[in-house]
């Protein structure tokens, strides 16, 4: 076992090299190219943990897009069970009548996100689009469309990639599975 970070993240396995997850975000970027040939897009990252696939993603695209962010706070004994959230982080533009895709790195259960998606979609865009780097299909307590989706993964504790513990980790170009819940 790799140990990362000054022995802060106790890595078991690599889950996700840094190439794998460039193929990827290049594919999902010509999808989208496609998709929104002709057209700008909006595209808003959900921080902290989308920042890293948000930048990549972006800077694959050849369309005119513009960047915005949507940040939230868990509710104790609220958000995970029911996805309601505090927003501590709105976004600064407009959105009405304009083409939009949310950026998330890692849905579980899609209570969250679905809290997301419903506030912004409240802003009257012309269409709204998610995109998840990670999807657990298996934790998903409700169906939301995820349009674009990197890889689907299932209950291991992962970093990497924006995705932390305790705001460590964040920063590893590559997704890893710890040895134990941090």
């Known amino acids: 076992m790799t140990r ?10 690599v889950v996700f090299d ?20 002709g057209e700008s897009v909006i595209m808003i990252g959900v921080i902290r943990g989308a920042l890293y696939f948000l930048t990549d993603l972006t800077r694959e695209l050849d369309m005119p897009v513009e960047i915005d962010l949507i940040g ?9 069970k029911t996805g309601v959230v505090n927003i501590t982080k709105d976004i600064a533009t407009d959105i009405e009548g304009r083409h939009v895709i949310v950026v998330e790195d890692v849905i579980r259960t899609g209570l969250t996100t679905a809290y997301i998606m419903s506030y912004l979609e409240e802003r009257k865009p012309a269409s709204i689009a998610l995109c998840s780097m990670l999807v657990n299909p298996d934790r998903m307590l409700m169906t939301i469309p995820v349009k674009y989706t990197g890889f689907e993964i299932n209950d291991n504790w992962l970093a990497g990639y924006g995705m932390d513990v305790h705001e460590i ?7 890893v599975k710890l040895s134990r819940k941090e």
């Open 4 to 13: 990362l970070l000054d022995g802060a993240l106790e890595i078991e396995q």
């Open 169 to 175: 980790g964040r920063n590893i170009p590559y997704i």
């Open 18 to 37: 840094e190439e794998t997850i460039k193929a990827r975000v290049k594919a999902l970027a010509a999808q989208i190219e496609e998709d929104y040939r």
């Open 72 to 80: 939230f706070g868990s509710i104790p004994n609220t958000t995970n």
